[in-house]
């Protein structure tokens, strides 16, 4: 697996890194926990050095999984995790208060079996707190040998700005894919000027561009989805065009659909380090597999001329988590 560093930070990591709430939260029933350990450490082993948490998975739950599952390995990967909800728990708001945020670090050096976590996302913006505050915590954390590096999700540039005025912002953590091109308006731009690395989450549309979800799928009860805009039926009829060209794109490069789709995402900036989940162990081989495929020009231009004027239909979230991003 090849190795990237997250803009102009020291932070190194492979090039695709795994996402592990799914194993835990979101997605429907957790996935039994030795498996689960298995899973991450089969990533270990096929060169996967990029693992993301947070507090909220569960809550507790996910830290508490990646922990045990790295232990053996922790001085040869990167741990990611978050803070920003009080008690961990979306629903309740957002707390970036300096006080939760030092909880949050102690908590999660534990759960996570630690001694340092290296990258520390504020989850959310909360509005209630100014960044440089919240720049200035983690600051702090970092002196004290906590805290290795800083990272935002989902903020906007004019934060992004202000936080990295008082700490260096060594990560952005924000939805992009092949059907979410937003941050390229502003986002992208920004982190290019400042050296910031970009991490895309939900890089393969939450599954969708897998080709493996119609209008006639159901999802769990619990499965968060079902609250999304985007996989609204009808929605998700809509978006099958999106599907279809990058299907015809992975028939010409005897590749899937998941694999052009983080190959796309790897090509676009070298800073750019995706991190999809699975619970599977063929879909995380297959999603591997990516990183071993190399897009040219002409087959980046293919993907955008097979995706121009393809507008995808759905909110990414519904109306009350939007209003939390972009801040």
């Known amino acids: 697996m090849q190795k990237r560093k997250l803009g102009n930070s020291n932070l190194e990591v492979s090039a695709l890194g795994l996402g592990c709430m799914g194993l835990s939260f979101a997605y ?6 030795q498996q689960a350990i298995a899973l991450i450490r089969a990533a270990f082993d096929r060169g996967v050095t990029f693992f993301d948490t947070a507090e909220a998975y569960g809550p507790f739950a996910n830290e508490e999984l990646v922990g045990e599952a790295l232990a053996p390995f922790r001085n040869q990967v990167v741990v990611a995790t978050k803070f920003g909800f009080p008690g961990g728990k979306p629903a309740a708001g957002l707390d970036s208060r300096s006080e939760n945020i030092r909880e949050v670090a102690d908590a999660a050096l534990k759960r996570l079996k630690t001694d340092v976590i290296d990258l520390f996302y504020q989850h959310r913006v909360d509005p209630n707190v100014p960044i440089e505050d919240v720049a200035g915590t983690v600051k702090e954390l970092i002196a004290e040998g906590k805290i290795k590096h800083f990272g935002l999700s989902e903020a906007g540039a004019d934060t992004i700005r202000r936080a990295h005025a008082v700490q260096p912002v060594t990560a952005l953590q924000s939805e992009y894919s092949l059907s979410w091109r937003e941050p390229e308006n502003e986002i992208l731009p920004t982190l290019e000027e400042l050296g910031i ?50 299907g015809e794109v992975a028939a010409r490069k005897k590749a899937t659909r998941a694999q052009i789709a983080l190959a796309w995402l790897l090509a676009q900036k070298p800073w750019i380090v995706p991190i999809p989940g699975t619970t599977k162990l063929h879909r995380l081989e297959e999603n591997l597999g990516a990183a071993d495929i190399e897009l040219t020009p002409d087959d980046l231009r293919n993907i955008n001329d097979a995706l121009a004027g393809i507008e995808v239909q759905g909110a990414r979230y519904p109306a009350h988590l939007q209003q939390r991003v972009g801040r």
Request: hydrophobic letters at 30%; proline letters at 9%.
């Open 28 to 33: 429907g029933p957790a996935t039994e926990k």
């Open 197 to 246: 690395g970009f991490v895309p989450f939900s890089p393969l549309g939450r599954g969708f561009l897998t080709g493996a979800i119609n209008e006639s799928t159901t999802f769990d009860s619990n499965d968060f989805r079902n609250t999304v805009p985007r996989f609204d039926p009808s929605n998700r009829k809509a978006n099958q065009t999106v599907v279809e060209a990058l």
